[in-house]
T-cell receptor, first 111, second 113 residues
């Protein structure tokens, strides 16, 4: 049973426009959410995170929004750049517990 | 430089053989994790360890074994009991009680011939 769901396997966005990647979760005990970016044959790298006590966290072009009542979070990238083309994983954790990943969304930035 | 080192990067194995993947970190992290990545499956947790000499099964532990004799090291053995071992394996570490931000190694690709 998937606790972290990324329902869009892929997404294509024009360069310069906004990319929005979505993630849903089922476990109400999760209190920390993270986004990772992954290129082929490499390990994922941390992008941005948000604690359950917040509803928004911003870092440069990346913003994560958390809607606890809907158990939904999203990652906004604006403006999208060619180097943003990668697979993005949503992850969630409860304090001192294992970290669960979604299946990922492949983002294609179109020229 | 601090980081996580996985070796080997590529490994080929015949059916019926056990193989051990190495993971070493010098970040002084308490917790270490092994994930497996398959196309369309995302990252699935195999085993994790939050402290030396202790580890827990993840979601797909069958056919795998681990040890955590030292804080810096968390080797993963893929046994002959693992039905479909060909995959990309990722090791990660973090501090327990922290934010959950994982630091990943570069991965090891195992191919069973």
């Amino acid at each position: 049973d998937q606790q972290v769901k990324q329902n869009s396997p892929s997404l294509s966005v024009q360069e310069g426009r906004i990319s929005i990647l979505n993630c849903d979760y089922t476990n109400s005990m999760f209190d920390y959410f993270l986004w990772y970016k992954k290129y082929p044959a490499e390990g994922p790298t941390f992008l941005i995170s948000i604690s359950s006590i917040k509803d928004k966290n911003e870092d440069g072009r990346f913003t994560v929004f958390l809607n606890k009542s809907a158990k939904h979070l999203s990652l906004h990238i604006v403006p999208s750049q060619p180097g943003d083309s990668a697979v993005y994983f949503c992850a969630a954790s409860a304090r001192d517990d294992k970290i669960i990943f979604g299946k990922g969304t492949r983002l294609h930035i179109l020229p | 430089d601090g980081g996580i080192t996985q070796s080997p990067k590529y490994l080929f194995r015949k059916e019926g053989q056990n193989v051990t993947l190495s993971c070493e970190q010098n970040l002084n992290h308490d917790a270490m994790y092994w994930y497996r990545q398959d196309p369309g499956q995302g990252l699935r947790l195999i085993y994790y360890s939050q402290i030396v000499n202790d580890f827990q099964k993840g979601d797909i532990a069958e056919g795998y074994s681990v040890s955590r004799e030292k804080k810096e090291s968390f080797p993963l053995t893929v046994t002959s009991a693992q039905k479909n071992p060909t995959a990309f394996y990722l090791c990660a570490s973090t501090n327990t009680g922290g934010t959950g931000e994982l630091f990943f190694g570069e991965g090891s690709r195992l191919t069973v011939l």
